[in-house]
């Protein structure tokens, strides 16, 4: 995910609006959605592409041109249904990812079972965080450790395949130190440097973001 893609976010509470402010200043594309309509009037300002509509309805999805959109942030974890609702006509739609915001377990079970691609719990991922995750194009996750530094968790690109930490040398090209390689369900952290990377392998890494992005 990354800058040159669409968003769309619907709900426009305090984690709704994060997520979209933070998503507009990196110069993202983003619709924001709600049904409240003094959250539209209030949000317009900083979100140029407001809109005050109910999104568990199928025809303002299509009106909306959901289905143009890549990625659609589901802000509604207070409506339970809404939110169902929503992330089901997205994914009928043919966005690519739903990510939807959950209140409990059993709402994370809910909402992934009718199709979100990822579910979020606001308590443990601020909008800001979510939406800096999203503009970093290929990064799976971002912990901001101190300004500009990070800990991200990446895909092992295709030309990496076959290749070791040593022949790829990614300290020197990249600024990034790799601290451990997820593969399947499990974390190594006594990496061998020597050992070849697998294409479903990914990187945990520490590393400035603005060199990161020379990876997009």
């Known amino acids: 995910m990354s800058i040159n893609q669409s968003y769309a976010v619907f709900g426009l509470g305090r984690y709704g609006l994060a997520v979209a402010k933070e998503l507009v200043a990196g110069g993202a594309d983003v619709l924001a959605v709600d049904i409240n309509e003094d959250k539209v009037n209030s949000a317009i300002s900083e979100i140029p592409v407001c809109k005050c509509a109910d999104v568990t309805d199928a025809d303002v999805i299509e009106r909306l041109g959901i289905a143009n959109i890549d990625t659609v942030i589901i802000a509604m974890a207070e409506n339970l249904e809404a939110s169902v609702m929503a992330t089901m006509l997205c994914k009928q739609a043919g966005v690519t990812t739903v990510i939807a915001k959950c209140a409990n377990e059993m709402h994370q079970r809910i909402l992934s079972r009718v199709g979100a ?36 968790e990446l895909d092992v690109k295709e030309d990496w395949v076959g290749k070791n930490l040593l022949e790829l040398n990614l300290r020197k090209k990249y600024s990034m130190n790799v601290v451990a390689v997820r593969h399947a369900d499990s974390i190594k952290t006594d990496i061998n440097p020597e050992e070849p990377l697998q294409s479903n392998s990914k990187l945990i890494v520490i590393a400035n973001v603005e060199k990161l992005n020379k990876l997009k």
């Open 117 to 152: 691609d990822k579910v979020v719990f606001p308590e443990s991922e601020s909008g800001i965080r979510l939406a800096k995750n999203l503009l970093s194009s290929g990064f799976v996750d971002l912990i901001e450790l101190s300004q500009g530094v990070s800990m991200v």
